[in-house]
């Protein structure tokens, strides 16, 4: 099971967005929690990640920021708290000049509708990436990305994307790489690992917690209480949101019949997967399917910078 190209396929039920910032001067920003995945490139100058839990990390060009879960997090020009850090602002860039002291490109997918997928919840909320460490690729796709923010043309939206995706996809690989994790969710214990891969390779079968258990030879009592440890969550609410995130999947990405989303998904009825769907997202699987992400989410924080006016680049 591809657990990675699962969760990023997920989490194109979102928009995507991009946008460079430059600054000047002493700067500084805060992007509040989220709902969706992001990441920050480092294109030029020196600054500071700050996090609530971590003494502040020095970045430089190259550095790769990700956000797999949405996490609250901030940059700045010297070392701070994050509380000293005002909201990022949601004010529309203006003209690229070409000189700053530090530049960086944001990118990010918005999830108006459910969360993360379970595979980037269960890595650490803030991934930094190196160039000594393999990530030099990431200049060169961060530049393809800036190139078409500069210029956009016909098919702007999916090369955004596209990009978006790949720079996630590789940012994550190189941390799996660093960590000496090759699949994932990225647990620790290696027979809840082995549960996982049951469950996301066939989301479908009507796992019970005692046949879940049984395949990886552990007691029904001993696998939930790992198991809700490892993921923050019992067997059975973990395997309803793999098969909910991939039926939102199927929902924006085909035009199968309700009822042949619910059977592939698992569900005995299409009554039973809307009531489900509903519960998870807020809304009806129809509606889910007409509505699909469009325009920039409001409101401040890491919706500024990071997503609500990323379709304005400054120079493009």
Known sequence: MDFLSDAIGSIRTGRSYARRVTETGSWGMRYDEFTGSGFHVVLRGRG?????DAPPRALRP???????????HGLSHTPC???ELPPASTDAPGPYSGFADFEFL??????????????LATLPGIVVT???????????????????????????????SALVDLLLVHVVRQW?????TV????????????ALRHIHSAPYESWSVSELSAAVGMSRTAFTRHFTRALGKPPRDYLAGVRLSRAARLLRESDAPLAAVARE??????FAFGAAFRREYGISPGRFRDAPETGAPAGGGVNGDMLAAADSARGS
């Open 176 to 180: 799996l790489r660093d960590n000496g």
């Open 106 to 119: 944001c990118g990010a997918y918005h999830l108006r509708r459910g969360r993360a997928h379970d595979y």
């Open 130 to 160: 190196s160039p000594e460490k393999g990530a030099s690729w990431t200049t060169s796709l961060a530049e393809l990305l800036v190139a078409d923010l500069s210029a956009p043309g016909p098919g702007a939206d999916a090369a955004r």
């Open 183 to 194: 699949e994932g969710p990225y647990v620790a214990d290696p027979v809840i690992a082995s």
């Open 81 to 83: 708290a994050l509380r």
């Open 265 to 270: 998904l698992g569900y005995s009825t299409e």
């Open 48 to 52: 500071w990640l700050i996090t609530e």
């Open 62 to 72: 190259g550095d790769v920021v990700l956000v797999a879960a949405g996490a609250r």
